[in-house]
């Protein structure tokens, strides 16, 4: 990875989301940064006057908060829109395009983090550590003696088998769990056997684990059906978006005990969460932070500082995607 130092004219730079304090100090150094989070797109111009708006010439942004073409068209000097993470579906790929916008990320940089967090719920949802604390606390050590299943020789489903699903599978292997997964095609050097309904797969897993990408084409993907189909005795762990499991058929397959129990680092319109579906029993919820470690920060910074050094030295930047411009 190349980094480079930039002109000293110091771009203008606008953060849409937080920033590791080391990060957003490195980016002091070398960009104008303004600071958007959480502002609605239509308030910038109360924050930031129509002359800093006309000098952004980069965006920081994630793939959960993104950058449309709405706000693109605020931002006339935009030249590089920068995901600090692996995800970039709320990013308009096609308006990057069509004004040759570079849109980089950093692919892998949070990866062995997810694929922990992940293994944590399956092991935490499969052994009730949760519930089974509180038990303790409140007295009832001998009435919660009771058995509960494990990840040992159970069938692990996954729903994408990029490069979380791969880790995620490793991992798995040191429980003898057997592996299954649900992708559009199968891929020769993935590990476990291909499903090409997502319900045979739900149906045939003990455990089911999403790490596809969000957007449009996993909407709701995983649905009450489903969880249905997952049954009585399986558990679903999403370390994905909160967008591909509907979440109110999700609330209902829990109350119902259609499914045994669900672990989510993400939801549906976070951080809003639904009062019914907090008081599911059966639930398993962490904020947000299944890539979030010391390692995965330190390293989607580098790829960050690294992507607009590349950029604005003029040399070929190693994370960008290639965006195919469309008819105008």
Known sequence: MRISSPP?????LLA???????????????????????????AWHRQLDA???H??????????????????ARLPALEIVSAFGAGYENIDLAAAAQRDIV?????????????????????????????????????????SRTERPTLSGAALGIIGMGRIGR??????????????????????????????????????????????????E????????????LGPNGYLVNVSRGSVV????????????????????????????PDALLSCENLLITPHIAGRSPASQHAQGAALLASLSQHFCGLPVEFALELTRGPA
């Not at 983090?113 to 038990?135: I, K, Q, S, W």
């Open 246 to 273: 509907d979440t109110c058929g999700l609330i209902e397959a829990l109350k119902q005990h259609e499914i045994a129990g669900a672990g989510l680092d993400v939801i549906e319109g976070e951080p809003t969460v």
């Open 218 to 229: 996993t909407l709701h993907l995983v649905d009450r059906t489903i969880l249905r189909a």
């Open 55 to 72: 000098a952004v010439r980069a965006v920081v942004t994630n793939g959960s908060t993104g950058l449309n073409a709405a706000q693109m």
């Open 51 to 53: 002359s800093a708006l």
């Open 8 to 12: 000293r004219d110091l771009p203008g």
């Open 103 to 143: 849109v980089t990320h950093a692919p892998g940089a949070n990866a062995a983090t997810v694929a922990d967090h992940a293994m944590g719920m399956l092991l935490a949802l499969a052994r009730a550590y949760g519930p089974l604390t509180e038990a303790v606390r409140q007295g009832r050590w001998q009435t």
């Open 167 to 216: 880790l995620i599978a490793e991992r798995a292997h040191g429980f003898a769990m057997t592996i299954g997964y649900y992708g559009r095609h199968p891929r020769d050097d993935a590990p476990g056997r291909h499903y090409k309904q997502l319900a045979q797969l739900a149906s045939a897993s003990d455990f089911l684990v999403i790490t596809c990408p969000g957007g449009a």
């Open 16 to 42: 849409l989301i937080s920033l590791p304090a080391a990060t957003e100090a490195a980016l002091r150094q070398s960009y104008t940064l303004h600071t958007m989070v959480d502002v609605p797109s239509e």
